[in-house]
């Protein structure tokens, strides 16, 4: 049997180019998901095929923790967000009232 080539398969759809974290581990889950449902389709499990249930489960499992944390961390930078543009426009109102002076002296 061969538990290997689901975590290294794994790995090599990891986060890729433009895609957002969460989006890349949705893909993981539904490919993980798929295989399972195919061995689900089956009334009789070798002790390996069992095992390799057991495990894309567990996988599947954690990928869905994964995904929480990503989601929560996305939901945390968004009300940061306002905070950092309001600090940003600040600064630009700090700046802009420092050249006032420089006019009069020109």
Do not use: C, H, W, Y
């Not at 990891?14 to 009334?43: D, H, T």
Request: proline residues 1%.
């Amino acid at each position: 049997m061969k538990l290997d080539g689901i975590g290294s398969r794994m790995m090599d759809t990891g986060f890729s180019g433009g895609e957002s974290g969460a989006a890349s581990v949705q893909r993981q889950i539904r490919m993980l998901q798929k295989e399972l449902n195919q061995l689900g389709q089956k009334k009789q499990l070798t002790k390996e095929e069992a095992e390799k249930k057991k495990e894309l489960e567990k996988q599947i499992a954690d990928l869905k923790q994964q995904l929480q944390k990503i989601r929560a961390e996305e939901a945390k930078e968004k009300q940061e967000e306002p905070k950092a543009e309001e600090k940003a426009l600040q600064g630009k109102i700090k700046e802009a009232g420092k050249g006032e002076n420089v006019d009069e002296f020109l």
